[in-house]
């Protein structure tokens, strides 16, 4: 039972540059997220799903695109970064939405857009 | 505008000196507050949810309480391995989709 897993785990990229960040549980979880980290700033989010093939905007999201085409893996991509897209970037999933619901994190993705 | 703001920034202690984390909140109304502990280089880890003021939730060093305006993480006799960043979420009534709002974190510091 891996858990929640990310990849990759370091990259950089070049301004305009495109990549996808690949999520995946094996916990069957319902509810997935992405979060970014930075300094002085806390967790925010970006995108979260709630179900397979349904995505949907959280504090952050532009500049940020998102799938769910499996239960078990939640895609982030970004399309022509920007350095300000320089995070770190955790991925989350629960069993549930409400309120007994604990989300469980991967390890996160460190990236550096020049 | 729901708010979560932790305090202090930074703790040092000395192993076996008790110690508490403050986490303060406004929130429409409150579902659940949820307590996590990250080690650098990690992502978080789950430690607690609180659901109502009054509430305690304990394991093993560490005890939190939660008020009707404020969670405490109180650490009786930490050791070095505690050390690490403590952050404070919670979930208001609008959060069915489980959308946690969190604080900018503690980082606790226990030296031998």
């Known amino acids: 039972n891996a858990g929640v897993t990310q990849t990759p785990k370091f990259r950089v990229l070049k301004t305009g540059q495109s990549m996808t960040l690949l999520c995946a549980q094996d916990?069957?979880?319902?509810?997935m997220y992405w979060y970014r980290q930075d300094p002085g700033m806390g967790l925010r989010l970006i995108h979260y799903?709630?179900?397979?093939?349904?995505?949907a905007k959280g504090e952050v999201p532009d500049g940020y695109n998102v799938s769910r085409l499996k239960k078990q893996n939640f895609l982030l991509g970004l399309e022509s970064a920007a350095p300000s897209q320089t995070s770190v970037y955790f991925c989350?999933?629960?069993?549930?939405?409400?309120?007994?619901?604990?989300?469980?994190f991967g390890p996160g993705t460190r990236l550096t857009v020049l | 505008e729901d708010q979560v703001t932790q305090s202090p920034e930074a703790l040092r202690l000395q192993e076996g000196e008790s110690s508490s984390l403050n986490c303060s909140y406004t929130?429409?109304?409150?579902?659940?507050l949820f307590w996590y502990r990250q080690d650098p280089g990690k992502g978080p880890e789950f430690l607690f949810t609180?659901?109502?003021a009054g509430e305690e939730k304990e394991k093993e060093r560490l005890k939190a309480t939660l008020t009707k305006k404020e969670s405490f993480l109180h650490i009786t006799a930490p050791k070095p391995e505690d050390s690490a960043t403590y952050l404070c979420?919670?979930?208001?009534?609008?959060?069915?989709?489980?959308?946690?709002?969190f604080g900018k974190g503690t980082k606790l510091s226990v030296k031998p």
């Open positions: 929130v429409s109304g409150l579902r659940g």
């Open positions: 916990m069957n979880h319902e509810y």
């Open positions: 799903s709630v179900g397979e093939g349904t995505t």
């Open positions: 989350a999933s629960a069993q549930s939405g409400g309120i007994k619901s604990e989300q469980f």
């Open positions: 609180l659901y109502s």
């Open positions: 979420a919670v979930l208001n009534y609008g959060g069915s989709q489980g959308n946690l709002i």
